[in-house]
Each structure stands twice: as structure tokens, then as C-alpha cells.
């Protein structure tokens, strides 16, 4: 048979299909943010020191840069569709309820850009002598 009970099929209460998409994707950042946040902690550890300029030249290093740059971006993803979720279920009223996604679209791009930015500011300076 169909999706749905018989009335719903009628007023078009079925699936939205955009939830297993959705769902999907907040695992796969939540997967990506542990393993990413994961290698992060290790090589700190794994740094000689935390002084400033040994951490500039591990960030101006590519291979730290790009990782770092994935997990900022994979962060504020994994935030936005998480909040997306919130204000869905909570948020009532139509015109507030664009307003807050607006906004949160504003800082989850905003954020991960700023943090890509700050990341590729440090590793286009060059190594600190």
C-alpha cells in the first residue's frame, strides 16, 4: 500500500522526504567533528611546545592548515543543522521562525568563513623565525 494512513495521503501529510538526508548529515559531521577534534588534541600534544611561535609554524605547515580549516567548516555545519532542528520544533510563528534561520544561516557561514580565514591568514604569513 501507500505511505501514511489513508486521510493523510489525501491532505498531503506524507513524508517531506528530506529527514533521512538531513539526519544523515548530522552524523557524518558528527563523525568528521570526532575524528578531526581527535587529530587536533593529538597534535598538540605531539608539539614540542605551545608557544606562539611554534604553533604559527605548525599552522603555516599545509598539512595542518587544510585539516584545520575541515574542521572548522565540518563545526559550524554540524551546528547549523543541529539548530536548524531546534528552531524547527520550537519556533512557532512563521515570521520568527525565518528570522532565526536567517540569522543562524548568517552566523554558521560567517563563523566558518571567519575560521577559514584566520586559519589561512597564519599560513600564508609564513614560518615565524
Keep these: ?3 501514511g494512513t ?3 495521503r489525501v491532505r498531503g501529510l506524507g513524508s517531506a522526504r528530506h529527514g533521512a538526508h538531513h ?3 548530522q552524523r557524518y559531521t558528527a563523525i568528521g567533528n570526532l575524528l578531526l ?3 587536533l588534541l593529538f597534535s598538540l600534544i605531539a608539539l614540542p611546545g605551545l608557544d606562539y611561535q611554534s604553533v604559527h609554524n605548525w599552522i603555516a605547515n599545509p598539512l595542518v592548515a587544510v585539516p584545520l580549516m ?3 567548516v565540518s563545526i559550524f555545519w554540524h551546528l547549523r543543522l543541529g539548530m536548524q532542528v531546534m528552531l524547527e520544533d520550537y519556533v512557532h510563528d512563521k515570521g520568527l521562525a525565518f528570522l532565526s534561520m536567517l540569522l543562524l544561516n548568517f552566523y554558521a557561514f560567517g563563523g566558518a568563513a571567519a575560521g577559514v580565514f584566520a586559519i589561512a591568514k597564519i ?3 609564513g614560518i615565524v623565525k
Design 1 to 3: 500500500m501507500g505511505t
Design 6 to 8: 489513508g486521510i493523510g
Design 23 to 25: 539526519w544523515l548529515a
Design 37 to 39: 577534534v581527535l587529530w
Design 70 to 72: 575541515l574542521m572548522v
Design 123 to 125: 599560513a600564508f604569513t
